[in-house]
């Protein structure tokens, strides 16, 4: 496996990226088994493994990293990106699946319950359909962790700024997410930080406030055709 090791200024940095998806989703068809292999080709060293309404993906990811040796390179975060009765919200480290249609402060209640984090994604766009709606954001604000503020697939990138500007009136961590439904868009938002591998809460939200968050931006339309694209061809790499 190609292994890309970065360096700034004499420190090894790495990428984070905490919302993307899996073959576990009903809508990505992202093997599990490939995932390894492009975090090392392109330097993304902790992933959160966030499928709809589902959490196993994240512990069958971490046994595959396991087998093949490379848990003191790649960290893996159990997470799930439920649906709540108001819209979506991440929970990240989690040890079971959280249901779908509880409350949102049913389903801060339920993460909370498991150690884990509660991460705000794409909650500012308003053409995001299943954006948690901005009553239920008010009602919670002050029982979010992180806040995502470079998403790759928001209607606007302007988004990611009311985002940037929500999170920082808070003095709350900042991260990015690919919301990856390709292989390949594994990695397009990021926060760089020194690298280190991440187990628990703490480790996470402190290599969150030492890192800086980027990305790529693509236009939804354009992104749905790629990942037509990017399916059709896999079916001939096989």
């Not at 046994?63 to 975060?77: F, K, M, N």
């Not at 700024?161 to 990695?187: C, F, K, Q, Y």
């Not at 280190?196 to 480790?203: D, G, L, M, N, V």
Request: glycine share 8%; with cysteine; net charge neutral.
């Amino acid at each position: 496996m190609q292994n890309n090791i970065v360096w700034r200024g004499g420190v090894q940095v790495m990428r984070v990226d905490l919302h993307m998806h899996t073959e576990v989703s009903h809508d990505c068809r992202t093997p599990l088994r490939d995932i390894p292999g492009w975090m090392l080709r392109t330097n993304t060293r902790v992933i959160a493994v966030t499928d709809h309404d589902q959490q196993r993906g994240g512990p069958e990811l971490q046994a595959i990293i396991r087998d093949l040796g490379l848990d003191d390179r790649l960290s893996v975060i159990p997470g799930e990106e439920i649906t709540t009765s108001e819209g979506e919200l991440i929970g990240l480290f989690l040890q079971e699946r959280i249901p779908p249609k509880l409350t949102p402060e049913e389903t801060v209640r339920q993460i909370r319950a498991q150690g884990g984090l509660v991460l705000l994604q794409h909650g500012f766009d308003p053409l995001k359909r299943y954006r948690l709606r901005p009553e239920a954001t008010d009602r919670i604000a002050d029982q979010v962790d992180i806040v995502e503020t470079f998403n790759s697939r928001l209607s606007r990138h302007h988004w990611n700024r009311v985002a940037e500007n929500w999170a920082r009136e808070r003095n709350l961590p900042m991260s990015a997410g690919s919301d990856a439904h390709t292989l390949r868009d594994i990695g397009e938002a990021w926060v760089e930080t020194p690298f280190r591998t991440i187990h628990t809460p703490a480790q996470l939200i402190e290599a969150l406030r030492e890192g800086a968050v980027a990305g790529r931006w693509t236009h939804p339309a354009y992104a749905f055709g790629q990942k037509q694209w990017r399916n059709f061809n896999s079916q001939f790499r096989r």
